[in-house]
């Protein structure tokens, strides 16, 4: 996915992160891993990881990670 958004925005100085889930009940990921916490937590972590040479590069860049009050429920 990284490397599309790359390709696709080489100028990119704004990264927004919004994937969320809740899922019903606890689910693990083929490689082990919680399914909320990958998706909410550690899939933003790896995209800002990835672009974030990108997003030096075209400074004055922005990451925005969205969050929600789903975890009440």
Known sequence: ???EVE???PNLNVLLCNA?????KRTE???GLEMTFQVNHLAHYLL???LLETLKMNEPSR???VSSSLHSW
């Open 1 to 3: 996915m990284a490397a």
């Open 7 to 9: 390709a696709r925005f």
């Open 20 to 24: 969320g889930v809740l899922l019903p």
């Open 29 to 31: 990921s083929r490689n």
């Open 48 to 50: 800002i990881n990835r």
């Open 63 to 65: 990451i925005i990670i």
